[in-house]
């Protein structure tokens, strides 16, 4: 290891030893490093990441696929078949076995490899998604991933930050951090730059990787990353955790359960059967296994593995980060969105449109403002009370500070103000106090700290109007202090109002002399008002009457004024007329009872709402049964985003708190985006619906020959090598391609999906089971007995397996299966839409699995090496054509069906709609 690496892993005294010391060890200065040292480093420590998982080996998550109850039943079902083979050999059982084990390795290698170019794509999501923070480099503030943060850099800490690096602090304003997953801390404490305790980890001077910070800022060195800080000792020590089950998951097991059982229980109730009618046992365990084989879609789990994949491709394009692939389809039950309005409904491109200076209003960009009656405080207070930083003309930091910086340096150059008022104090912004203030030591020169020339500080505050008025007992006029009495006060509010009403979002600046260093937060002097305008985004009033025609209330909770929010509310139609706006503190005021009726109501507002109201909002709906999707950006969205049945962090606004509690980040901050989310929610759910119903109905022509076989002592019309290749060979390609269908034009005119609603219902059974299925059934035993008829077979004639005749005729029924597959696949890429709307020839996997099932048919009946394995013949045109009238069926009645649905046919929508 270099020099540097052992200096940073010396005994745990970074707390105790004097900054300069600790410095020294480091290598570095407090000004931060140079690009070219930071890079340097960078290359001898690596990467500041930490190595939380414990890897799977690939052959592990490769043997784990034959762990699932289907390819246990196959499995089974192959040990069966060589113990018939071995009790009886030379009657085809061998092959039937080796068949049964081929379709558990394939179907294992394909769901492995689709579930590993998952973890892939998941992956590089991540990647997509870095976590970021300030640091200092050259002298300057940059932006930078975490992962870059090296030892000896100075990084910048504001509200919401995750921690990037153990550090020492060299400076704070009212700083806190939250300890608690890393020393069980009950509280986050407020953080100082002195030793506090003997032990590193409970000394306030310290902040720890990983950790959140909470409010205030601060500056801090860094002097371990990776896996050479207190986390990183931890996780040495910590195995990855497992985890939660997603509902599409629990629907999937159970669907797999029921299954399985309907496989077992005919399987054990026809052998039972055939035995007692006198069969041999071997036949009637052959039989067992071809009713078990029958039952199981091999290819249920790739599909719903490509299905989650290719919904998250397509979520990716549109700007949403899916951090668990199944939790997208949570989406599609959505009842209510409680979205925000800054960046999300709106652009976040803030912009200063007014000024008012007194009681005189001004536009931005008004000629003579800068010579207006307050003008030069008003213009002090926007620079010095703000965290913003200006660089080439852009800004780093919030959006609404760099607004107002942005105007200051047109107006007037900002040059340099901020070090001739060094700030002294500051006392941030947050939810709860809804102000910033900031106290500055008035000049820069040494006499102004000392003897007779001292000059008092001055402190600047900005916040919500209402909170400044309240503080305020002078207002500036002339550059004098006056009176802020009841008729100014008045007159503010007007212009306030007037200001709302138009949509702009309203500061109100204030200042005061002060000879503390921390200012009070009493007797200030009212400067003057700033709107400013934050216009929403075009595609919201589209997005939003899709939720509405969806069956979602969007429901928007922010903390700016009523008046503003409900402009805005108006201009993107989230009213309509009987909406309604609710202020904070008459939620606070509300009994459980009265805010579960005003959760009743179609559209609503929440304005000056506070985090915490926001969880009492989600859990207010939750308690309704809703299904309830949250945005979130700020650090105290957390709570609420976890609650939330799908949590929805901005990933250009979010902090890295919120998008650590999200389950999904939009990388474009936009509501759009959400409902582009819920249609792929809804799309998931359909398409694997799609996907049961397509390949249980084969499962009735290849379970009947059997019951027929052993009912009626018909000949035995299809064979379990047959069966496989329906179910593997036939049926998976085009099963796949259900998986890649696109939403369907109605898709967000339904209302959501009740949360009680399973992927197997009695109605998808009956389709299934009772109609489509049985009409394969029938067209499979058309061409099976014409075949027979014309061959001068009759009833109770014997008939070898082995014949010419047998094997054209089970040809004949695989023929008539497959060709009716072709039309199922066809009716099962809608629920309700119109084939030809949907446009027959867009899902071109679908297509290519048709040309591979019929490509399939033709080889296993012409090409003579494969037909002994498969037992087969070949067969014609005329054996083909039996089998079209009862496609041709399928095909014009369930397009009836939808047509039935789409005009709200009662019968059809209460018992054939799956």
Same mark, same amino acid.
């Given at each position: ?395 780093? $930091?919030? !959006?609404? %500070? ?7 340096? /047109? =107006?007037?150059?900002?040059?340099? &103000? @901020?070090? *001739? ?57 002339? $550059?004098? !202090?006056? %009176? ?7 007159? /503010? =509010?007007?212009?306030?109002?007037? &200001? @709302?009403? *138009? ?412």
């Amino acid at each position: 290891m270099t020099k540097h690496h052992q200096e940073t892993t010396l005994p745990a005294d970074q707390h105790r030893i004097p900054l300069e010391e600790l410095q020294q060890r480091l290598h570095c200065t407090g000004d931060g490093l140079s690009a070219a040292e930071a890079a340097q480093r960078l290359l001898e420590f690596g990467s500041n990441e930490l190595r939380v998982r414990k890897e799977t080996p690939e052959i592990v998550k490769f043997l784990r696929q034959f762990s699932n109850f289907f390819a246990l039943l196959l499995i089974v079902g192959s040990a069966l078949a060589f113990f018939a083979d071995y009790l009886q050999p030379g009657e085809g059982n061998f092959y039937i076995g080796v068949a049964l084990l081929a379709v558990v390795l394939l179907n294992a290698l394909f769901t492995y490899l689709q579930e590993r170019q998952s973890e892939r794509i998941m992956e590089s999501f991540r990647n997509m998604l870095p976590s970021m923070i300030s640091v200092q480099r050259d002298g300057q503030l940059a932006r930078i991933e975490a992962r870059l943060v090296v030892p000896g850099d100075v990084i910048v800490l504001e509200e919401g930050d995750r921690v990037p690096a153990d550090g020492r602090l060299i400076e704070v304003n009212q700083l806190k951090v939250d300890h608690a997953s890393l020393t069980g801390e009950s509280e986050p404490q407020l953080r100082k730059v002195d030793c506090t305790h003997d032990k590193l980890m409970e000394s306030r001077n310290m902040v720890f990787s990983g950790t959140l910070v909470q409010s205030g800022n601060g500056r801090a060195l860094a002097y371990g990353t990776g896996m050479n800080t207190q986390i990183g000792q931890i996780v040495q020590f910590t195995k990855q955790a497992g985890t939660l089950e997603t509902p599409i998951r629990k629907e999937l097991r159970h669907f797999i359960r029921v299954i399985s059982a309907i496989a077992i229980a005919l399987g054990l109730l026809f052998f039972a059967l055939s035995v007692l009618l006198g069969n041999p046992f071997i036949g009637s365990l052959i039989f067992a296994i071809g009713i078990i084989v029958a039952n199981v879609p091999e290819g249920l789990l790739p599909t719903v593995t490509l299905a989650l994949t290719m919904a998250s491709k397509r979520m990716a394009k549109k700007k949403a980060l899916i951090k668990n692939l199944e939790a997208v389809e949570t989406l599609g039950s959505t009842t209510v969105i409680c979205t925000d309005k800054t960046g999300t409904i709106t652009q976040n491109r803030m912009r200063v449109a007014t000024l008012v200076l007194g009681e005189d209003e001004w536009s931005a960009d008004q000629s003579g403002l800068q010579q207006a009656d307050g003008f030069a405080d008003a213009w002090a207070g926007m620079v010095l009370c703000n965290n913003a930083r200006l660089s080439d003309g852009h800004y780093l $930091g919030d !959006p609404t %500070e760099g607004a107002l910086l942005l105007l200051a340096q /047109a =107006l007037q150059p900002i040059g340099d &103000l @901020a070090a *001739r008022f060094p700030r002294v104090h500051e006392s941030p912004f947050d939810s709860a106090t809804k102000r910033m203030l900031t106290t500055h030591r008035a000049g820069s020169g040494e006499e102004g700290e000392k003897g007779q020339n001292a000059q008092p500080n001055v402190a600047y505050m900005k916040g919500a109007p209402e909170v400044v008025f309240d503080k305020c007992t002078h207002r500036l006029r002339h $550059g004098e !202090p006056i %009176e802020f009495d009841a008729s100014a006060r008045r007159k /503010a =509010l007007e212009l306030y109002e007037v &200001l @709302a009403k *138009r949509g702009e979002r309203v500061l109100a600046l204030a200042s005061k002399t002060t000879n503390a260093d921390a200012a009070s937060e009493e007797d200030f002097v009212y400067l003057g008002l700033v709107g400013m305008l934050d216009p929403p985004r075009p595609e919201i009033a589209e997005a939003i009457d899709s939720c509405r025609s969806a069956g979602i209330r969007v429901f928007m909770i922010t903390g700016d004024y009523p008046t503003t929010a409900e402009s805005i509310a108006r201009q993107v139609g989230l009213f309509t007329g009987d909406g309604r706006v609710v202020v904070g503190e008459d939620l606070l005021a509300m009994s459980e009872q009265e805010l579960s009726v005003l959760l009743d109501s179609r559209e609503l507002v929440f304005a000056r709402s506070t985090p915490l109201q926001k969880l009492q909002i989600v859990k207010g709906l939750q308690q309704k049964g809703e299904i309830v999707t949250v945005t979130g950006d700020g650090v105290n969205d957390a709570p609420a985003l976890k609650n939330a049945n799908m949590g929805v962090a901005m990933g250009l606004s979010g902090t890295e708190v919120a998008k650590e509690a999200a389950d999904m980040v939009l990388m474009d901050d936009n509501f759009a985006t959400i409902v582009h989310a819920v249609e792929e929610g809804r799309t998931i759910f359909a398409n694997i619906k799609k996907f049961i119903a397509y390949i249980l109905t084969s499962n009735v022509p290849e379970i009947l020959p059997f019951i027929a076989f052993v009912a009626v002592d018909a000949p035995l019309a299809l064979t379990v090598v047959l069966i496989l290749t329906i179910d593997l060979g036939t049926d998976i390609l085009p099963a796949l391609g259900l998986g890649r269908e696109l939403p369907e034009e109605d898709v967000m005119k339904q209302p959501p999906r009740r949360r009680d609603e399973r992927l197997l219902t009695w109605p998808l059974l009956g389709m299934s089971y009772g109609i489509i299925g049985m009409l394969q059934a029938a067209a499979g035993f058309f061409a099976f007995f014409v075949v027979l008829e014309r061959g001068g077979w009759v009833w109770g004639a014997e008939l070898p397996t082995s014949s010419l005749l047998y094997q054209t005729a089970v040809t004949s029924f695989f023929a008539a299966v497959v060709i009716c597959q072709v039309a199922d696949v066809l009716i099962c890429r809608t629920r309700r839409q119109s084939i030809l709307s949907a446009g027959i020839f867009r899902n071109k996997l679908i297509w290519l699995g048709i040309a591979v099932e019929l490509g399939l048919l033709a080889a296993i009946s012409h090409i003579e090496f494969l037909q002994p394995f498969f037992g087969t013949a070949p067969i014609g045109w005329f054996e083909i054509s039996l089998a079209l009238p009862f496609a041709a069926a399928i095909l014009l009645g369930d397009e009836s069906r939808r047509w039935l649905i789409r005009r709200n046919n009662r019968f059809v929508r209460r018992w054939l709609t799956w």
